[in-house]
C-alpha cells in the first residue's frame, strides 16, 4: 500500500495558528499532502497558506462554510491511500500522526479518542459535558464498541471509501454516521487515546455563540436518530 498520507485541514479565521499547523505536520509525516480547504476566512489565513509556498499543500478557498462539506472537497482532491483529518487549530495532535499510521497497518480506521484509557478532554466544562453526553448517547444507540463518536481526528485506508461514503451534510455530526456505518460493514475501528487541549480564545467555531452551540447539539441527535433509521 502507498504509505502516503493526505491530510485534510479546514481553516475559518486562524491566521495565528495555521503556520505552526501546518510545520507541525510536516515535521511528523515523511510523505503527505495536506489539503486545505477555507471556509472564506476574513483574517488572511488562506493569504498566509498561499504565501507558505508550500509544494505539500494544496489550498482551496471557497465562498460557503461547512465542516461536513470541507471535508468532501478535501477528500476529492485527495490523492493517497491513507486519508485523514487533523482539526486545523490542534497543530500539537500532530505528533500522534505516526502512530496512527503504524496502527493502519492491522486497522481500517485509526481514531484519536478521549474516552479510552489515557484519554482526557481539557476544555470547558460545558463543552466537556455536552461531549460526554453525546458520546454516551451515541453508545447507547448506537454501538458501544466505538467510544469517541464525535473526535474527528483520524486516520484511514481509502479503500473504506469502496463501502462508506460520508454525507457531507452538517457539522462534526457527519463523523458519528460515519464511523457507525463502516462499524456495520465490517470495517476494523480502533481508537487510540489523545488529550483534547484546553479552549483557545475565539479558535471554536463550534462554541462561537450559545445559539450555534445549542443547535449544533440539537443537530447531533438528529443525525444519531437517521443512523437507526437507515438501513445502510
Same mark, same amino acid.
Request: charge should be positive; proline fraction near 3%; charged fraction near 25%.
Given at each position: 500500500m502507498n504509505k502516503k498520507v493526505s491530510? +485534510?485541514?479546514?481553516?475559518?479565521?486562524?491566521?495565528?495558528?495555521?503556520?505552526?499547523?501546518?510545520?507541525?505536520?510536516?515535521?511528523?509525516?515523511?510523505?503527505?499532502?495536506?489539503?486545505?480547504v477555507d471556509d472564506n476566512s476574513t483574517d488572511g489565513t488562506f493569504d498566509k497558506v498561499i504565501k507558505m509556498n508550500n509544494p505539500n499543500v494544496k489550498a482551496y478557498s471557497r465562498k460557503t462554510r461547512g465542516l461536513a462539506s470541507a471535508f468532501l472537497l478535501g477528500l476529492i482532491n485527495s490523492s493517497s491511500n491513507i486519508v485523514g483529518w487533523l482539526d486545523s487549530n490542534m497543530g500539537d495532535l500532530a505528533k500522534k500522526l505516526p502512530e496512527m499510521k503504524k496502527q493502519l497497518d492491522d486497522n481500517d480506521i485509526v481514531i484519536l479518542s478521549r474516552y479510552v484509557d489515557g484519554g482526557k478532554d481539557l476544555r470547558s466544562r460545558h463543552r466537556i459535558l455536552?461531549?460526554? +453526553?453525546?458520546?454516551?448517547?451515541?453508545?447507547?444507540?448506537?454501538?458501544n464498541k466505538i467510544k469517541d463518536y464525535t473526535s474527528g481526528v483520524f486516520l484511514m485506508k481509502r479503500d473504506v471509501l469502496l463501502s462508506v461514503v460520508p454525507i457531507s451534510t452538517g457539522h462534526g455530526e457527519f463523523f458519528i454516521?460515519?464511523?457507525?456505518?463502516?462499524?456495520?460493514?465490517?470495517?476494523?475501528? +480502533?481508537?487510540?487515546?489523545?488529550?483534547?487541549?484546553p479552549d483557545v480564545e475565539g479558535m471554536s467555531k463550534t462554541a462561537s455563540s450559545f445559539f450555534r452551540f445549542t443547535k449544533l447539539g440539537f443537530n447531533y441527535f438528529i443525525r444519531i436518530f437517521q443512523c437507526l433509521l437507515k438501513r445502510n
Amino acid at each position: 500500500m502507498n504509505k502516503k498520507v493526505s491530510l +485534510i485541514l479546514s481553516t475559518y479565521n486562524e491566521a495565528t495558528v495555521i503556520e505552526d499547523t501546518i510545520n507541525k505536520i510536516l515535521e511528523n509525516l515523511e510523505s503527505v499532502e495536506i489539503i486545505l480547504v477555507d471556509d472564506n476566512s476574513t483574517d488572511g489565513t488562506f493569504d498566509k497558506v498561499i504565501k507558505m509556498n508550500n509544494p505539500n499543500v494544496k489550498a482551496y478557498s471557497r465562498k460557503t462554510r461547512g465542516l461536513a462539506s470541507a471535508f468532501l472537497l478535501g477528500l476529492i482532491n485527495s490523492s493517497s491511500n491513507i486519508v485523514g483529518w487533523l482539526d486545523s487549530n490542534m497543530g500539537d495532535l500532530a505528533k500522534k500522526l505516526p502512530e496512527m499510521k503504524k496502527q493502519l497497518d492491522d486497522n481500517d480506521i485509526v481514531i484519536l479518542s478521549r474516552y479510552v484509557d489515557g484519554g482526557k478532554d481539557l476544555r470547558s466544562r460545558h463543552r466537556i459535558l455536552s461531549s460526554y +453526553i453525546i458520546n454516551l448517547f451515541c453508545q447507547k444507540m448506537l454501538s458501544n464498541k466505538i467510544k469517541d463518536y464525535t473526535s474527528g481526528v483520524f486516520l484511514m485506508k481509502r479503500d473504506v471509501l469502496l463501502s462508506v461514503v460520508p454525507i457531507s451534510t452538517g457539522h462534526g455530526e457527519f463523523f458519528i454516521e460515519f464511523v457507525y456505518k463502516a462499524l456495520k460493514n465490517g470495517k476494523k475501528i +480502533i481508537e487510540i487515546p489523545y488529550v483534547h487541549p484546553p479552549d483557545v480564545e475565539g479558535m471554536s467555531k463550534t462554541a462561537s455563540s450559545f445559539f450555534r452551540f445549542t443547535k449544533l447539539g440539537f443537530n447531533y441527535f438528529i443525525r444519531i436518530f437517521q443512523c437507526l433509521l437507515k438501513r445502510n
